[in-house]
């Protein structure tokens, strides 16, 4: 499927899927990659290394920090993958070298299956 290019690169991996926005400033804790935001649907959940599906981000600016410091500590997405990608993911994901892609829709994922982004020519491969 085509997709719109926010911030470059290729990942392949796992699927995690949200419904719900991420709140990545107080809803994820950078040091171990974990949603800690209560009564998130992903809450206790770890983002290493999945491809991170999600309508949007929510919350403060610092979330694009957060993002960063979720890749220098080793613990971030592969990738992200978003309906429509608001500013402070598409800083932070460009901050952090982590692809990034907007333009489908969070229910033609689900969690567990395994795809390729390439956000360099703007396409998702589903290999599983």
């Known amino acids: 499927m085509w997709v719109r290019v926010i911030s470059?690169?290729?990942?392949e991996g796992e699927?995690?899927?949200?419904?719900?926005?991420?709140?990545?400033?107080l809803g994820v804790d950078p040091n171990r990659g974990i949603v800690v935001e209560r009564n998130h649907e992903l809450e206790g959940k770890c983002l290493k290394d999945k491809i991170l599906v999600?309508?949007?981000?929510?919350?403060?600016?610092v979330g694009s920090y957060v993002i960063y410091a979720l890749k220098k500590n080793g613990v971030a997405p592969l990738a992200m993958v978003n309906e429509k990608t608001d500013v402070v993911v598409a800083a932070g994901c460009i901050l952090a070298l982590i692809p990034c892609v907007d333009g489908v829709k969070v229910d033609q994922f689900r969690s567990g299956e395994r795809i390729s982004v390439d956000a360099d020519r703007g396409f998702i491969l589903r290999l599983s």
Do not use: D, H, Q
Request: no cysteine.
């Open 8 to 11: 470059p690169g290729k990942a």
């Open 15 to 25: 699927v995690l899927v949200s419904r719900e926005p991420i709140n990545f400033y």
């Open 54 to 61: 999600f309508p949007r981000g929510k919350g403060s600016t």
